[in-house]
């Protein structure tokens, strides 16, 4: 076990690498503010490290260079080809281009800082969650909310954490066909989730793309989820506002709503309160607001509430918003959303490194070629899982 934590030790000194290749590339873009943003690893090591690095990465090409300060620039400018070409690079898989995203990354940040700085400390945006289970009607209601938030002079962007798309092949979110309106908005910007990754990936590239809509002035980030497997609990840990949406559907079709989940959530709405669908939707409400009372709270000064809206009539969504600026306002004011968001950077950062470990655990030379067979043994019951565990845990820290 000493081995293998030694065998981690060194995958993280290796983002300790990038780092510090990261410094050296930042400097010669000249853009100084970087190793304020870096963290200090002692400054032999940056130096031994770096010097390492330099053999191993080509430097920014003239090319990349402008590559990179075009589309900084143009983010920050507002524009929108900029803000998809920059999350179309943090999306990518290409080893190089996402080294040139990171140093893109670092440059978003350090900017972010110094806005947030001006401001006082508060943040920038509003980053609120929107999940549900299929057919909720998250779309719809994005669409019209949307449009009224706009309207109102705000700019917002929408995007998706659709794990599900990887195996289904299309995307069920950021479904442009149900935001017609909103996707022809100048003040709106609606990203499809990525189509192809695991959740650890596209959550990732997601908290990325949140931090660009921010630096490209969009000052509300709403991000959908389908309610299925662990992405509403991925969405919870990126927003300052986990909203859950329910359709007055009867009590069993809710049944599966896992118990966990309505703990997350800040604000429960039942939607489609409309015509046949305002009396169900009535009853639910009632049944979650009874629900509420018997779940443990997420906050000190919070109390989550159940709201009815429909996104057919516009009913009840004006309030909905009064809400949320509720919940702003006072999650601010008692220090919760900062801290919040400080505990949701280390959630990410651990992540990160769960991810790649992983990552480098399955693609190691000393177990990629047991595994398969490992696998089997174990699903015909030949092997105990913590037996097979051991075995590929032995080798990799044996070759390592
Ligand atoms: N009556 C009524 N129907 C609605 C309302 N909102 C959505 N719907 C209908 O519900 C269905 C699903 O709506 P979507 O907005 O696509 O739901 P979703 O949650 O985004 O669905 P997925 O992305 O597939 O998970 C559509 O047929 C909508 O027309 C509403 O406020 N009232
Ligand atoms: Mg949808």
Not at 134 to 146: C, D, L, N, R, V
Not at 185 to 205: E, F, H, K, Q, W
Request: a positive charge.
């Amino acid at each position: 076990m000493a081995r293998l934590a030694f065998c981690q030790l060194r995958t993280l000194i290796s983002s300790s690498q990038r780092n510090a290749w990261l410094l050296a590339s930042s400097q010669r873009l000249g853009t100084e503010k970087y190793p304020s943003q870096i963290p200090s690893f002692g400054c032999r090591r940056t130096l031994c490290i770096s010097a390492v690095q330099q053999q191993e990465v080509e430097p920014l090409t003239g090319k990349e260079q402008r590559l990179l300060s075009n589309i900084y620039g143009g983010l920050l400018n507002g524009q929108r080809a900029c803000l998809a070409e920059a999350i179309t690079l943090v999306e990518s898989a290409h080893p190089r281009k996402r080294q040139i995203a990171l140093i893109l990354l670092q440059k978003v940040l350090s900017h972010h800082r110094e806005q947030e700085q001006l401001n006082n400390g508060k943040p920038l945006a509003f980053r609120v969650g929107l999940s549900g289970p299929p057919g909720a009607g998250k779309s719809t209601f994005i669409e019209y909310f949307g449009k009224m938030l706009t309207e109102q002079g705000h700019k917002v962007a929408v995007l998706a954490v659709d794990p599900s798309s990887s195996t289904s092949g299309g995307s069920l979110l950021g479904d442009k066909t149900r935001m017609t309106e909103l996707s022809r908005d100048m003040n709106a910007y609606i990203r499809p989730s990525p189509t192809r990754g695991t959740l650890g990936g596209v959550t990732r590239t997601t908290n990325e793309a949140i931090l660009l809509c921010e630096s490209g002035g969009y000052n509300i980030v709403l991000v959908e989820t389908v309610g299925v497997g662990q992405s509403e609990y991925a969405v919870a840990d990126m927003v300052d506002m986990f909203v859950l949406l329910l359709p007055p559907a009867g009590g069993d079709e809710l049944q599966g709503i896992k118990r966990g989940i309505i703990e997350m959530a800040d604000l429960v709405t039942i939607t489609k309160a409309d015509g046949d669908l305002l009396i169900p939707a009535r009853k639910i409400q009632a049944e979650y607001v009874s629900a509420l009372k018997l779940l443990r709270k997420r906050s000190k000064t919070w109390r989550p509430q159940v709201i009815r809206i429909s996104a057919k009539t516009g009913e009840g969504i004006p309030e909905l918003w009064k809400k949320m600026a509720e919940f702003q306002n006072t999650m601010l004011a008692s220090g919760e959303l900062l801290a919040r968001r400080r505990s949701q950077q280390k959630v990410w950062m651990w992540n990160l490194i769960q991810e790649n470990v992983l990552l480098h655990f399955r693609n190691h030379p000393a177990v990629k070629d047991q595994i398969p067979l490992l696998e089997q043994q174990v699903l015909a019951g030949v092997l105990s899982p913590g037996h097979a565990a051991d075995v590929l845990l032995k080798a990799f820290s044996e070759s390592s």
